[in-house]
């Protein structure tokens, strides 16, 4: 299994300011997975990082309003840019297992824009 | 397009009850499913895993079938306790790359 680290665990921002979320696997894996869980819903992917390329976004989602880093096998970061009340949601990170697929999660980054 | 859907949305029961949750999905040609468990504003934690191969998982009082033909699978939790409280879903995978695609959930409360 991999075990994924996350922070902030929360916060408070205000309109129109950017937060930057981090994301630290404890094994080297492939692909990392943002996702979106607003209130009261699933998940909804945002974006595939791949090391070494430009992160894959869902449709919906764009790279100046979230922009992705994955500057090594264990590390990526989310920035969600430009922030309104509508970006209020918990922000999850995932790996998957390399060979059996199974994907793994943070604790989550609860975010509540004012 | 994979469509994953889970029912009931919300569920309550008496402690110690034996209870089904069910996950239905649009395409059979799937890698692999996954169950999670939510607990409320925290990250998921994963109850069982299914390759597409397999017919079940079992791990403690928690069984996961998989019928690919169906498009189903169900999650059984025996002897129920209040720390089975939780948000329940399912998730599936197309292919060894490919994105996970997740259910609504259902929000189990088990009453001591």
């Known amino acids: 299994s991999a075990v994924i680290s996350q922070k902030p665990s929360r916060d408070i921002c205000q309109r129109g300011t950017s937060l930057t979320i981090q994301c630290q696997v404890d094994s080297q894996v492939t692909m990392m997975f943002w996702y979106r869980q607003q209130p009261g819903q699933s998940l909804t992917l945002i974006a595939t990082a791949n090391q070494g390329s430009e992160a894959t976004y869902e449709s919906g989602f764009v790279i100046d309003k979230f922009p992705i880093s994955r500057p090594n096998l264990t590390f990526s970061t989310l920035t969600v840019s430009n922030m309104s009340p509508e970006d209020s949601s918990i922000y999850l990170c995932?790996?998957?297992?390399?060979?059996?697929?199974?994907?793994?999660f943070g604790e989550g980054s609860r975010l509540t824009v004012l | 397009k994979q469509e994953v859907t889970q029912i009931p949305a919300a569920l309550s029961v008496p402690e110690g009850e034996n209870l089904v949750l069910n996950c239905s999905f649009t395409?059979?040609?799937?890698?692999?499913l996954q169950w999670f468990r939510q607990d409320p504003g925290k990250g998921l934690t994963s109850l069982l895993l299914i390759q597409s191969s397999q017919r079940e998982q079992t791990s403690g009082r928690l069984n996961a079938s998989l019928d690919k033909s169906s498009g189903r699978s169900t999650l059984y939790i025996a002897a129920s306790q209040p720390g089975d409280s939780a948000t329940y879903l399912c998730?599936?995978?197309?292919?060894?790359?490919?994105?996970?695609?997740f259910g609504p959930g259902t929000s189990l409360s088990v009453i001591p």
């Open positions: 395409d059979s040609a799937i890698y692999n």
């Open positions: 995932s790996a998957g297992g390399a060979n059996t697929g199974e994907l793994f």
């Open positions: 998730a599936v995978r197309g292919t060894s790359y490919d994105k996970v695609i």
